[in-house]
C-alpha cells in the first residue's frame, strides 16, 4: 500500500510576501503584475515550530550577556549534524553567529590584518569580495570556466602575495560543488603557500544528486579554514538570523575576537533556532521537501532559458539560475524592473564571469517562476 506524502512547505500570498518579505518584495515592484525573483529569500513559509520551540526556551532568563562562543544546545547540534556525515567538530572551534554576513565580514577582516591578496574563485557572493574589498584585501579573480574548476589555473594565480582563497560550495550562484578531487588540490595550494581558505557552506543541505563534499571533512585543508553555516536559506529562517562559524585551531580565537568585537556576545536567539533548524524533524522533513522542489525548479528554469536560445546551466544545488542573456546586465536590471516588474539581480556583483548575466531566483512556486520567465525573455527578444 503506498503511503501519501503530505506536502507541508506552504506557499505566500504575494500580499502576505509584501507584508512579511519586504527586502525581496519591496515597494518597487507592482503589486498585482510583479514578482520578485531577486533577493535570496523564499516565497515559502517556514518550518512550523520555531516560534513554539523558542517561547519554550525563553523559560530561562537571559537579562545577561550569555557566553561569547553561544549556547551548549547549540553546539550538540551542530556537532551531531555533522556527526551524521561523517565529519567530527569540537565546539572549540565553533562559533555561533547572526547569519552568516557577519561571519563574512570577519573572515574578510581577519585577512585585512596580514599583508597581500585575497583570491576569489568566480562567480561568487557579492559580499565576500565586497567585504574583503572594504575591509582593504586586494582580489585577484580565478574563474569556473563551463562549470570547471582548475586546479593548475588556481595554482598559477598564487604568488607570495597570496593570503587566502575564497569558495562559495555549493556556489552561489551557478550551483558547482566542489568535488572531493577539487578540494583536495586545494588543500595542497594552501599548504604549499601557507594560505587560509574561506568556505561559504550555506546552501549545503540544498544538494541534489550527490553528497556535498564539505571543506571541514578534507583533512589538512579543515585546519586551515574558516567555513559559515547557516539557516537563512534552505532552512527558511532567513528573518531568525542565525548561523555558525567554524575555524581552525590557529584561526577561531582571532575569528572569535572580531565578531565579539561586535557582539559582545551572540543572543540566544541564534543558538535556540540553529538547534530548532537542525535537531527537529519538522525542520528536517520542510528542508528535504525544499530541495525536492528547487531540484525541480532550476531544472524547469534553465530549460526555459535555454529553448529561448540563452545558455544556461541547470545548477547542481542551490536555487539559482544563472543566465546569459547576451546584453549588459547593470541596464536591462533596472529596465526589466520597470517594463515588466520582474526583479531579478545583475549577474556582474558578482564577478568578471557574471557580466552579462542575471541570478534568477526560482524558490517560488512553479506557476510564479515561469510567469517570471516568460516576461524576462519577451523583454530579452526586445533588446537581442
Known sequence: MSVLKVKIIKLLSKNDLRKQCPLKWHENIPPETGISLGVADVDFEGPEGINEYIKSRLDDSFSFYQGQKGMDYAFNSIE?????????????????????????????????????????????????????????????????????FDIDTLNNSVDNQTKMIAICNPTNPIGYIYSSSDLKGLRDIIIDNNLVCFSDELYEPLVFNQPQTSVLSIEGLKERSIC?????????????????????????????????????????????????????????????????????????????????????????????????????DAVFVPKLLENKGIQVVEGSHFG????????????????????????IITELRKRN
Open 80 to 148: 551531531n549534524y555533522f556527526d551524521s556525515k561523517s565529519i567530527k567538530v569540537d565546539k572549540n572551534n565553533l562559533q555561533v553567529i547572526p547569519g552568516t554576513m557577519l561571519g563574512i565580514y570577519a573572515a574578510m577582516k581577519w585577512a585585512s590584518r596580514r599583508e597581500g591578496k585575497v583570491i576569489c574563485v568566480g562567480p561568487i557572493y557579492e559580499p565576500i569580495h565586497r567585504h574583503a574589498t572594504d575591509n582593504g584585501n586586494p582580489i585577484d579573480w580565478v574563474n569556473l570556466e563551463n562549470n570547471k
Open 228 to 328: 559559515l553555516y547557516g539557516f537563512s536559506k534552505a532552512y527558511g529562517l532567513a528573518g531568525y538570523r542565525s548561523g555558525f562559524i567554524h575555524a581552525g585551531d590557529d584561526l577561531i580565537e582571532e575569528i572569535r575576537g572580531i565578531t565579539n568585537s561586535i557582539l559582545v556576545s551572540p543572543s540566544p536567539l541564534s543558538s535556540i533556532v540553529c538547534d530548532f533548524a537542525l535537531s527537529n524533524e519538522f525542520s528536517k522533513r520542510w528542508v528535504g521537501e525544499f530541495r525536492e522542489l528547487m531540484k525541480s525548479n532550476t531544472e524547469i528554469a534553465s530549460k526555459y532559458f535555454r529553448e529561448a536560445g540563452h545558455d544556461c546551466q541547470t545548477p547542481d544545488s542551490c536555487f539559482f539560475v544563472f543566465p546569459d542573456i547576451g546584453v549588459d
Open 352 to 375: 568578471p564571469t557574471g557580466v552579462n548575466h542575471i541570478r534568477v531566483n526560482c524558490a517560488t512556486s512553479k506557476e510564479r517562476l515561469i510567469e517570471g520567465i516568460d516576461l
